[in-house]
């Protein structure tokens, strides 16, 4: 059992920054790869961001390329997103998650993560 808590959000202007923390629970986070996914509303869950277990692999939607930066620290059990250059575009409720099944194409896919945090709002305004 993994337990998530994200943190870090907040309301900022149009190309301000935020840096987004989910901190696990348990002693098995560095063999779970992780995601930041974003839902604004009446939208579907996207990912946003993918690392694998040590770090060494990343993958980001197109939309976040070059503004948001993915990263971990296994002996913190925190999984980070930082975004920078924010446009009123990337409103949403962040959600990290945690997949156990390693890193790779499937992890574009929300029901491939096997535990969820509860999601910080991350308001954009122009």
């Known amino acids: 059992q993994v337990q998530l808590v994200e943190s870090g959000g907040g309301l900022v202007q149009a190309g301000g920054s935020l840096r987004l923390s989910c901190a696990a629970s348990?002693?098995?986070?560095?063999?779970?790869?992780m995601g930041w996914f974003r839902q604004a509303p009446r939208k579907e869950r996207l990912l946003v961001a993918s690392i694998s277990s040590s770090g060494g692999s990343t993958y980001y939607a197109d939309s976040v390329k070059g503004r948001f930066t993915i990263s971990r620290d296994n002996a913190k059990n925190t999984v980070y997103l930082q975004m920078n250059s924010l446009k009123p575009e990337d409103t949403a409720v962040y959600y990290c998650a945690a997949r156990s099944t390693g890193w790779g194409p499937r992890s574009i896919i929300p029901t491939q993560y096997d535990y969820w945090g509860q999601g910080t709002q991350v308001t954009v305004s122009s």
């Open positions: 348990g002693r098995t986070f560095s063999t779970y790869a």
